[in-house]
């Protein structure tokens, strides 16, 4: 992530900080509370005469003075020298000066929250700014301990602990700020992302990754989420054509031969309706580009057309069939076929009629399939539990598979 675009400038957060704080010097001389020792009252008197002139260089003049006159300097004192000290430091441009002055003055028991809020956010800032990142780390834990900070210093520390290698704990700390959004914002799950794979935790990475498909699915993140799944040795034709389902539903079938191979396993598996909606988004998406290729998968879509259209005529005779079986594999299939023409609440009853019947051979993808259909007929949350049954499948393929269908179905509820 770039750090200009989390990190406040630092000539914004100094501007920020010199109009706050310019009132809060008001405050400190009229208030009514605690008062500025007697022998610091002339040094003081010229310095604030040189605030109001705006003559930063002679008021800076006249707090160095008023900090080696003879006398024991109260909690106050100090107060107001830093808070004093820092703005003027910072109208000079000596922010090497006003980071440490308005850091002490923050910590005064005597900085009303807003101006702890705007002295440490300018001194998250300055230190960031300054390339002085363990300052900044620690003045910024500080303000998030005081709780007075906002999401400009919980990222500037996260960038900063990132920068200097401490990954882990730059997420856990964009962690806190994510927990107080309703909406974890894109950039700083990508971050966090990030942040994990640089410290080799593979497994708060997936977590993260989890998240970014359940509240921006998009393309990029879901081949992120797959990877385990497409990494496997699938020699089950049935999970590999489940494998392509999510991928084609998510956005993922990109190459000549993921088309191909889903059109062919869809077909052979009795599903020429799903394999007709497959090569036609190939071909639309002019995936297919070497001539034999055109010419194979032209083919076999014709042959799929013919074939589709009597499947779909024949299905009621098959479903009445099907009712007849021993099993609830026939029905299921059926289902299937149901859903691949689109017809989602149709699928879903004869499915669970299927599973019903039990003695299935396939109990996994029956349960897939009929999550699939009720996210398909906008039943998210039975849809979301049917997943989880699966995910919790010992069969690592299917469990995966559901894992990633329950993300899914999710990402339908956040949208």
Request: aromatic content about 8%; charged content about 20%; some cysteine.
């Amino acid at each position: 992530m770039n750090r200009s675009t989390v990190v406040s400038v630092l000539g914004s957060a100094c501007a920020v900080t010199v109009l706050c704080l310019c009132s809060a010097t008001t405050y400190a001389a009229e208030s009514k509370g605690p008062t500025i020792s007697r022998f610091l009252l002339k040094d003081l008197k010229a310095a604030q005469d040189a605030q109001k002139a705006q003559n930063w260089s002679l008021e800076v003049q006249k707090l160095q003075a008023a900090m080696a006159a003879k006398g024991q300097r109260t909690p106050y004192d100090n107060f107001i020298i830093n808070s004093w000290l820092g703005v003027a430091d910072v109208q000079l441009h000596n922010y090497t000066e006003a980071a440490p002055a308005l850091e002490a003055a923050a910590e005064s028991q005597y900085a009303p929250t807003s101006q702890q809020k705007t002295m440490l956010s300018a001194v998250v800032s300055i230190y960031s700014q300054l390339h002085q990142y363990p300052k900044a780390i620690a003045a910024g834990q500080n303000a998030i301990r005081l709780g007075v900070a906002d999401s400009a210093i919980y990222v500037t520390v996260a960038v900063d602990q990132n920068g200097i290698g401490q990954y882990k704990q730059s997420a856990a700390t964009l962690q806190q700020l994510i927990d107080k959004e309703p909406r974890p914002e894109e950039k700083y799950l990508e971050f966090q992302w990030e942040a994990y794979n640089h410290a080799g935790d593979p497994a708060d990475a997936s977590k993260v990754i989890d998240k970014l498909v359940t509240y921006y699915p998009k393309p990029d993140y879901w081949l992120n989420a797959l990877q385990p799944l497409l990494k496997m040795n699938i020699n089950d034709a049935h999970l590999q054509l489940d494998v392509y389902r999510l991928m084609n539903d998510v956005g993922v079938l990109k190459m000549p031969s993921d088309y191909a191979q889903m059109a062919e396993l869809s077909f052979d598996a009795g599903y020429p309706g799903e394999t007709v909606a497959v090569l036609q988004k190939a071909f639309a998406n002019n995936v297919f580009t070497d001539q034999r290729d055109i010419m194979r998968y032209q083919h076999l879509l014709a042959g799929a057309m013919q074939k589709a259209t009597e499947d779909r005529a024949s299905l009621p005779s098959q479903e009445a069939k099907a009712q007849m079986a021993t099993s609830g594999d026939p029905l299921v299939a059926v289902g299937a076929a149901y859903l691949s023409y689109g017809e989602a609440d149709k699928a879903a009853s004869v499915i669970s009629e299927g599973i019903a019947k039990g003695g299935l051979k396939y109990p996994e993808e029956a349960n897939l399939l009929l999550g699939m259909a009720q996210l398909k007929g906008h039943n998210t949350s039975q849809a979301r539990s049917t997943f989880d049954k699966v995910a919790n499948s010992d069969n690592e393929g299917y469990a995966q598979l559901g894992k990633l269908w329950a993300l899914r179905s999710q990402s339908h509820a956040a949208a």
